[in-house]
């Protein structure tokens, strides 16, 4: 077992800013890819970013890419997403996830193992 836990949401305007923090317990966090996702309201979870366990490359969905910045900082099990120039249509709760050893299909959230509980996110117009 993973358990990870965000924080970080929150209510904001269009075009603030949040950074979402997902801590994660154990010993080999390094070894798993970690992954954003985001839900709104009778909506399908969709990939939001990830970042790869070598190599620390990164991925994002079209929608977010340029305004969102995922990192993980593996000293502190932690992986971060940075929110910029936030959209109403970015309001969703938001999901960390982490897949040990992925290599690939990053935006396929059932190749996830662990999931924290989500945090959250609102954006007012």
């Known amino acids: 077992q993973v358990p990870l836990v965000e924080s970080g949401g929150g209510l904001v305007q269009a075009g603030d800013s949040l950074r979402l923090s997902c801590t994660a317990s154990g010993r080999t966090f390094s070894s798993y890819t970690m992954g954003w996702f985001r839900q709104a309201p009778g909506k399908e979870r969709e990939f939001v970013a990830a970042i790869s366990w070598i190599g620390g490359s990164t991925y994002y969905a079209v929608s977010v890419k340029g305004r969102f910045t995922i990192s993980r900082e593996n000293a502190k099990n932690t992986v971060y997403l940075q929110m910029n120039s936030l959209k109403p249509e970015d309001t969703a709760g938001y999901y960390c996830?982490?897949?040990?050893?992925?290599?690939?299909?990053?935006?396929?959230?059932?190749?996830?193992?662990?999931w924290g509980q989500g945090t959250q996110v609102t954006v007012s117009s």
């Open positions: 996830a982490a897949a040990y050893l992925k290599r690939s299909n990053y935006h396929d959230y059932g190749g996830y193992d662990y």
